[in-house]
């Protein structure tokens, strides 16, 4: 179990990296820009892809 020194030391955490990280996790903005902000089609990718190399001749998974 966390101790209270723990939980403190971890939100300051998250703050810090909250505040050091503002630009890039400017959701709305992104959104209205046009930009995709979910990772599902990268995943896709990389699963067809890591497909597509293991069907290649000679591979076997």
């Known amino acids: 179990m966390k101790t209270v020194a723990a939980a403190h030391e971890a939100g300051e955490a998250l703050v810090r990296y909250l505040t050091n990280h ?10 209205k820009m ?19 190399h293991l069907k290649q001749a000679g591979m076997s998974g």
């Not at 503002?22 to 959104?31: A, E, H, K, T, W």
């Not at 896709?44 to 890591?50: A, G, K, L």
């Open 22 to 31: 503002q630009s890039r996790i400017d959701y709305q903005r992104y959104l």
């Open 34 to 52: 046009g930009l995709m902000i979910g990772s599902g089609v990268v995943e896709s990718s990389n699963r067809r892809i890591i497909t597509q």
